[in-house]
């Protein structure tokens, strides 16, 4: 699992509300990635970091928002949940960033907007 | 931005028969071509990658072609076993951002 741990694995919330995911590595990688994984839409990205406090939006990042301010966490932020955020949530990390890049992916969070 | 396209999207095989799952995209910079494997309930797991300056990579029963003059590149999985079920992503990326940019995936069922 190189290192990533996701939290929580399930979560159940109301429209409107806020949730955050977190994403925590142990091995002091510098890319992190969010992706959102639906039926027939593959797994797209929503924002990554290549930085403590550096981020940048991905293709799907509207009603989003992330931060991180310590190498090892990277938060997603659903500010006002909607029932078309209901997804499986993926944190992902670049082991290098050379031209040797490989991205390895947490365990998933399964989140329903109720 | 980069659009990778995935086919098939539904693959049944025999055991041990062979498996092929192909990849196009668009991005002519895109040089680095990863194949993930996701089981149920589990996040994807690299299984094999190929970069643009090689034409075919190996490992043991799983291969990946590339050919970057038509911007497609295939898994192929031999010996086929029913622990190879799974769904299986194709991704593509550039140096610049590491952006990966993934397929819709293929649901591979390997009949005993």
């Known amino acids: 699992d190189a290192g990533i741990t996701q939290s929580p694995r399930h979560k159940v919330t109301e429209t409107g509300t806020p949730v955050t995911l977190r994403c925590h590595q142990t091995e002091n990688h510098r890319y992190m990635y969010w992706y959102r994984q639906d039926p027939g839409h593959g797994l797209r990205l929503i924002h990554y970091s290549y930085g403590v406090k550096d981020t940048d939006k991905g293709e799907v990042s509207d009603g989003y928002s992330v931060s991180r301010s310590k190498t090892e966490d990277f938060l997603l932020t659903l500010e006002s949940a909607t029932s078309s955020q209901t997804s499986v949530y993926f944190c992902?990390?670049?082991?290098?960033?050379?031209?040797?890049?490989?991205?390895?992916f947490g365990q998933g969070t399964r989140l329903t907007v109720v | 931005g980069e659009n990778v396209e995935q086919h098939p999207s539904t693959l049944s095989v025999q055991e041990g028969d062979s498996a092929v799952i192909k990849c196009t995209y668009s991005?002519?910079?895109?040089?680095?071509f990863p194949w993930y494997k996701q089981e149920l309930g589990k996040g994807p797991q690299l299984i094999i990658d190929?970069?643009?300056?090689?034409g075919e990579k190996k490992d043991q029963r799983i291969a990946v072609t590339l050919n970057k003059t038509a911007k497609h590149f295939s898994l192929h999985i031999t010996e086929t076993q029913p622990e190879d079920s799974a769904v299986y992503f194709c991704?593509?990326?550039?140096?610049?951002?590491?952006?990966?940019?993934f397929g819709t995936g293929t649901s591979l069922t390997v009949i005993p």
């Open positions: 190929i970069r643009s300056n090689v």
């Open positions: 991704a593509a990326s550039r140096n610049t951002g590491n952006q990966f940019y």
């Open positions: 991005d002519s910079a895109s040089n680095y």
């Open positions: 992902a990390i670049s082991r290098t960033e050379l031209r040797d890049t490989e991205a390895f």
